[in-house]
């Protein structure tokens, strides 16, 4: 069930946690199930992936661990137990022996190498990273960072008509004579326009030196509190249509079907699991088919010829939206 | 000099403008040079790009137009006349005989078919759209979306802070028994704890059914303007940068370079277009090539070894920025 699509939903609910290994700054997402694992990493700069499954763990375990007989759920949790901490932006692992170290390979994939003791013997593994397909970079990225953009333009809106209304009340005051006991409680008039240039002239430069001091690539707690927000808000959405997918995937015409959301990309998840099991393993070949694949759901298929003008009823089921 | 790099700035400054083709809603950004282009389209699912220069214009306008003759230039102003409108969010082209169509290929490509009259003969072009670098992705989108949010939220928080002052305000005028003349214009304390519960109970399902019915993929004039305020900022930065990288590359260690910025993308580009002007022709590969190049300068170039953990005063180098 695990490896049946779940983890697209379950990885997009996960934070995006900031990781320093080797004195490379990170953001990763991480899903461990029973015996598989989906790792994102970005840097903002590219997006890297690997997603492994029960047979492709016991693979490369006996590939870097010859002495090792064991069955992968015996050195899983094992694995899980060192590497959750070390990814999830607490720094040291629970293992004080246990050593990581991330290398950017000459292909421009990433390797992280992880090297710890289970039972006595010196246990290693190794994280294989590719870049991410541009679907996956647009579900776990760019749409969220949309919607959070979204939604805080329109509390900034409300805030600035509440303040408004404050002065409103304000000015009512003190047309009716009404002072202050303390001068300093005074306040002035909010101007939108005003304070919107000001704020960028103050704050743009603020915001950009920050980024440059800090590690966390910018997204502090507020924005980690509002993306966990929009995408458990998604996440449901896209667990309801995916079912009802599920349900009725023959009876749909294909350019009905939800084409441009996130219920597709599941989908398309579901597909690359699926095709784990058989392939055993999950490669860059792997994620760029599922990226092509992504994207041919992206818009309904059509033939070489031009796409026919849909009907304003098939245009609607078209459009595009971030939660769909 | 169009085609030596600038275009990754110039591209980045346009804005990101709601395109309507065949019944696909995409955003779109285009860049015209003297006889050379490149577009950006996105559905929020996928981003796909093409980059062409004179010498590839030349040879598709010959294979499309067998009885063509003309230089480039002679008909590279027709094409972005034609072209232009129906790609800036501006419906019809100038030239209303123009007809435009979007597919979408079984490879994932998209391809945009146009016929028009150039000289009283039919004038056809095609747009080959392939799947965009993730850098770029990252750059036209992932971090300026960043940024806005961080923006926005810093925004809304001094909001937060001016509205609790004109509370107290308010609240000093009523312990003196000031009263309002019209008991209309009384507000309630704000408390943003509650106010933002209430906000994400209310606003968040709202924007998600707004961003399912507008085709404008939620990137509405607010945002399009912040978007436009924070690249522009960047922009200036990174040409700043990127001068003064081609002055000192060579004395500079490599890993001391600005390495997981804008600049190291822009110079990802520059790069691109010489290989252009030497292939004559951007294509699939070309992008991948300079989708790892991108990668390759986002973090410094280690061996196969674990790299050594740099000195804070590294470190600190390296740290990621938005604005670097």
Redesign the interface.
Known sequence: MELSGAPADVLLQRPWLPVSI????LLAKIWFGDSAYHILL???????EERMNSDAIQRRSQDLNRRLRAPVKAFFSHLCEVVRPRLSGSGEGADGEAQI????????N??M?LKSELAGLPFYWEFHCT??P??L???Q???P????????????????V??V??????Q??R??G?????ER???DA?EEQTYRED??AK???L??SE?????A????D??QH?YA??VA??GT?AQKRKLSEERSAEEEEPDLRPS??VG??SGETAHRDREQNRNGQADATGAKMA??????Q??????????P??SSK???K???????
């Open positions: 080797s004195g490379f700054q970005t840097d903002m700069t590219s997006v890297w170290s991330l290398t950017r390979k000459e292909d421009g990433i390797g190498k870049p991410a541009i679907a970079v647009c579900l990225l760019v749409r960072l949309l919607a959070m953009s979204r939604l805080l333009q329109q509390q900034v809106e409300q805030l600035g509440l303040l209304r404050k002065d409103a009340e304000i009512d005051y047309e009716n009404a002072t202050l006991s303390r409680l005074q306040t909010f704020f960028m704050t743009l430069p915001v950009c980024q440059q001091q800090q590690g690539l910018g997204f502090g507020d924005l509002l927000s929009v808000h998604r959405h441009l959301g597709s990309v990226d092509r694949a992504a994207i041919q992206s818009l309904p298929v059509t033939s070489e010829q031009p796409a003008r849909p098939t245009k609607k078209k459009v595009i939206g971030l939660f769909r």
